[in-house]
């Protein structure tokens, strides 16, 4: 009989099986998602993709430890699954369970909005079980990313507009790039250098900042300072464990990525409050861990 038999299962466990430190950064998502679309992020239905999105990431972390149980079990034996705290048929049913409220949940704001939680799910499922067999996978999670913002605008607006697009898609090249280099924690080592290009993407739709005031410049300017920093450290590593830093201040600048957007946009207000998802995505990650 498992430990979780015997104890029951602790909100530690599902809160570490969900990684949801990296929460804050999906709700930037949603919050520049909405803005870009011309949406009102201070509204009833914005509160509704923000729990649907939510649930969507808490249910595909769920279900990536299921999928990498084996793995987990050889590589990382304190993940919950290979510790005994959790039973891996109960992972795979709440992450099931969870994606299906959050296609439910998010079809209520309409059918492109509905349609693109579908997709949203099927990449999901599709990364977590495939990810370790190919090496485009890292594209796969991107585009996990992009159809938040794409659903937030969904949502929202009834459609997907340019201005959210290309964003979405600045953004999903950045994920690819942390994914990627998430890849390589155990070994400390990146290799190939070339995919960490990826990181920069955001820079070119991020820069309409430069063209809205010297504050929202300001903003650009803590992204790339940001950036340079972490890929300083994946590439340099200049102490153990400096790949598996950088991947957590790389997570966490997903919302400053976000905040840039939104400068860009002109909407400073929500900036700010994209830049406290990155204040809270790094302090969450000293209580649980991001990756």
Request: charged residues 10%; aromatic residues 8%; contains cysteine.
């Amino acid at each position: 009989m498992t430990v979780a038999a015997t104890q029951g299962i602790s909100l530690a466990t599902l809160l570490k099986l969900g990684r949801v430190s990296n929460l804050p950064t999906v709700w930037t998502n949603v919050l520049a998602g909405t803005v870009l679309a011309g949406g009102d992020w201070r509204s009833g239905r914005t509160g509704l993709v923000l729990f649907a999105m939510s649930l969507f990431y808490i249910g595909g972390m769920y279900l990536n430890d299921y999928f990498d149980r084996a793995v987990d079990a050889r590589e990382r034996p304190t993940r919950p699954i290979p510790a005994g705290e959790i039973s891996a048929a109960a992972v795979a049913a709440a992450g099931a369970v969870l994606l299906a409220g959050a296609i439910v949940l998010l079809a209520g704001a309409g059918m492109t909005a509905a349609i693109t939680g579908v997709l949203l799910a099927l990449l999901i499922v599709g990364y977590d079980a495939h990810h370790k067999e190919v090496a485009w996978a890292p594209l796969v999670m991107g585009g996990c990313r992009a159809l938040v913002y794409c659903g937030a605008a969904a949502a929202s607006a009834d459609t997907i507009s340019v201005a959210v697009l290309f964003p979405a898609l600045a953004c999903a090249a950045y994920v690819a790039g942390i994914t990627y280099a998430a890849s390589r924690e155990s070994s400390d080592n990146v290799g190939s250098l070339w995919p960490l290009l990826l990181l920069a993407a955001p820079l070119l739709p991020a820069s309409a900042a430069l063209m809205q005031s010297v504050l929202a410049s300001a903003f650009y300017a803590v992204l790339i300072l940001w950036l340079a920093c972490a890929v300083y450290l994946l590439i340099k590593r200049p102490r153990a464990g400096a790949v598996s830093r950088a991947v957590g201040w790389l997570i966490a600048g997903i919302s400053l990525v976000d905040a840039a957007f939104l400068t860009g946009a002109g909407a400073i207000g929500a900036a700010c409050w994209a830049v406290g998802g990155f204040a809270a995505t790094l302090a969450l990650h000293k209580q649980i861990a991001g990756t």
